[in-house]
């Protein structure tokens, strides 16, 4: 039997009481790591470690808000002290807000996902990162989304942040160079998980409309894979990579390859949309 990808790795997840994170924390557990839950709600969090306890014994639930110092602290120094040591990271856990740029919330908006989603990344990692100093080892994974690459009009406030994560993991990657800690950052097309669920249909760019929602799960597999081959960057699947390059070529290119989406030609094509939206399915 070949062996598991993450035998006896102390990893944290964050956000692993729902959706990606909870998809991720299973399938690390299945790999052979001892999994810690992080995430606000401890009663979500006892029963993602239900589940895994159904075939694995090594799960802790470390509750904390990411958008707390205090917490996120008394969290890691409470990991720290059960197994010394911490070997991969997975900064997850995140909100999302959809509509305008100009809309009466959004300052207000981009202020709570800066707190959760940026800051939130930056706040586990100033955590963790001694311990993975003092090991000379360790993996640190960010989320961000294909929207750090390229924004959808109604999704300013968010892919701001999104690209915020991108330039902070950029940054931390070249600071770490040589130390043993590895980084990474993951971008994931449109996913289907409870965060869909709590967005009106009318706030959705217009795109996202002819978009099929990847499985959570799907997600979960990319980023155990692209963290054991050390990958810098983790696209999710593999479609939104031709947006990235026309983006990088040129925003109106960017542009172009935004309204394509939008065709049916083009979602047959690329298999971007298989005749279900993110409206027909929220878990
Ligand atoms: N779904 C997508 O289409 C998609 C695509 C690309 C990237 N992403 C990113 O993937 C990540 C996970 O999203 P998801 O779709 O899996 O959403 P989800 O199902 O809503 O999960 C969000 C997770 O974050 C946790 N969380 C929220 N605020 C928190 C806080 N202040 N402190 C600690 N934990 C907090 C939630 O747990 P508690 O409520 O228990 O705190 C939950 O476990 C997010 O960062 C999101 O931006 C999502």
Same mark, same amino acid.
């Given at each position: 039997?070949?062996?598991?990808?993450?035998?006896?790795?102390? =990893? &944290?997840?964050?956000? %692993?009481?729902?959706?990606? #994170?909870?998809?991720?924390?299973?399938?690390? /557990?299945?790999? +052979?790591? $001892?999994?810690?839950?992080?995430?606000?709600?401890?009663?979500?969090?006892?029963?993602?470690?239900?589940?895994?306890?159904?075939?694995?014994?090594?799960?802790?639930?470390?509750?904390?808000?990411?958008?707390?110092?205090?917490?996120?602290?008394?969290?890691?120094?409470?990991?720290?002290?059960?197994?010394?040591?911490?070997?991969?990271?997975?900064?997850?856990?995140?909100?999302?807000?959809?509509?305008?740029?100009?809309?009466?919330?959004?300052?207000?908006?981009?202020?709570?996902?800066?707190?959760?989603?940026?800051?939130?990344?930056?706040?586990?990692?100033?955590?963790?990162?001694?311990?993975?100093?003092?090991?000379?080892?360790?993996?640190?994974?960010?989320?961000?989304? =294909? &929207?750090?690459?390229? %924004?959808?009009?109604?999704? #300013?406030?968010?892919?701001?942040?999104?690209? /915020?994560?991108? +330039?902070? $993991?950029?940054?931390?990657?070249?600071?770490?160079?040589?130390?043993?800690?590895?980084?990474?950052?993951?971008?994931?097309?449109?996913?289907?998980?409870?965060?869909?669920?709590?967005?009106?249909?009318?706030?959705?760019?217009?795109?996202?409309?002819?978009?099929?929602?990847?499985?959570?799960?799907?997600?979960?597999?990319?980023?155990?894979?692209?963290?054991?081959?050390?990958?810098?960057?983790?696209?999710?699947?593999?479609?939104?990579?031709?947006?990235?390059?026309?983006?990088?070529?040129?925003?109106?290119?960017?542009?172009?390859?935004?309204?394509?989406?939008?065709?049916?030609?083009?979602?047959?094509?690329?298999?971007?949309?298989?005749?279900?939206?993110?409206?027909?399915?929220?878990?």
């Amino acid at each position: 039997m070949s062996k598991k990808r993450f035998q006896n790795q102390v =990893v &944290v997840v964050t956000g %692993a009481s729902s959706g990606i #994170g909870r998809a991720a924390a299973l399938a690390f /557990a299945r790999e +052979g790591a $001892t999994t810690v839950l992080l995430s606000r709600s401890r009663e979500k969090l006892e029963k993602v470690a239900e589940e895994i306890g159904a075939f694995s014994e090594g799960v802790f639930v470390a509750p904390a808000d990411v958008s707390s110092k205090q917490e996120v602290d008394a969290a890691i120094a409470n990991v720290l002290a059960k197994f010394g040591r911490i070997d991969v990271l997975f900064n997850n856990a995140g909100k999302s807000e959809v509509g305008p740029t100009d809309a009466p919330w959004f300052i207000e908006g981009v202020q709570e996902m800066f707190d959760v989603d940026f800051l939130g990344t930056v706040r586990v990692t100033q955590a963790v990162l001694p311990a993975m100093r003092r090991q000379r080892a360790g993996r640190i994974l960010n989320m961000s989304s =294909v &929207v750090g690459r390229k %924004a959808f009009a109604r999704f #300013g406030g968010y892919s701001s942040i999104m690209h /915020a994560i991108v +330039g902070y $993991t950029d940054a931390l990657r070249q600071e770490l160079k040589g130390t043993g800690i590895e980084v990474s950052i993951i971008h994931p097309a449109l996913t289907q998980t409870p965060l869909l669920a709590s967005v009106r249909p009318e706030d959705m760019p217009p795109p996202f409309r002819r978009l099929s929602p990847i499985p959570a799960g799907q997600v979960a597999e990319a980023a155990l894979k692209g963290l054991s081959k050390n990958r810098p960057r983790i696209v999710v699947p593999w479609q939104p990579k031709l947006l990235m390059l026309a983006q990088a070529i040129s925003p109106r290119l960017g542009d172009l390859v935004v309204t394509l989406l939008q065709t049916r030609m083009f979602s047959w094509v690329f298999r971007t949309f298989r005749g279900r939206t993110y409206q027909h399915s929220s878990s």
